[in-house]
């Protein structure tokens, strides 16, 4: 390719000086043009979403309400929007009977919140704190953080 460019540099007449000067400057040029491109294309994977802390809450509570009213957790999944819910003491048939928001933390994509819960069990009432892991992107979901978080 660099003796095309000297040839057309000096209209043909087979390379020169300026011809050089014209090749070495265009290979300069396309060099930075591409570790530009490069740079600006970003080198490493996308940053998690940050998430909503207002409608991250507001979700749990309705979620926590809708449990407490008696509703099933897959009934969740018709709201709109839709949220996908994983609570083991939900699903295994616990009632709720109160709930107390606790300390939160937002970390990545995730809201992190303990729940002081009020639970009847087959009868017997218990009491227990649970972190639940609440995020609102790319679909709203509640489950419960096990481990926890903090």
């Not at 300026?18 to 600006?40: E, H, T, V």
């Not at 992190?112 to 679909?139: H, W």
Request: some cysteine; glycine content about 10%; aromatic content about 8%.
């Amino acid at each position: 390719m660099s003796d095309w460019l000297s040839n057309q540099a000096c209209g043909g007449c087979g390379g020169g000086r300026p011809a050089r000067r014209l090749a070495a400057g265009l290979r300069f040029w396309l060099s930075g043009l591409c570790l530009g491109l490069l740079a600006l294309s970003g080198c490493g994977a996308p940053a998690n979403q940050v998430v909503d802390s207002d409608l991250a809450r507001s979700t749990l509570v309705r979620m926590l309400e809708h449990w407490q009213a008696g509703g099933s957790s897959q009934e969740c999944q018709t709201w709109d929007p839709p949220v996908v819910v994983g609570f083991s003491s939900w699903e295994s048939g616990a009632k709720l009977k109160s709930f107390r928001l606790g300390e939160s933390r937002a970390l990545d994509a995730n809201l992190f919140v303990n729940v002081d819960l009020e639970l009847d069990v087959e009868g017997r009432t218990e009491k227990v704190t649970q972190q639940y892991c609440v995020s609102t992107a790319p679909v709203l979901t509640v489950f419960s953080a096990i481990p926890p978080a903090f």
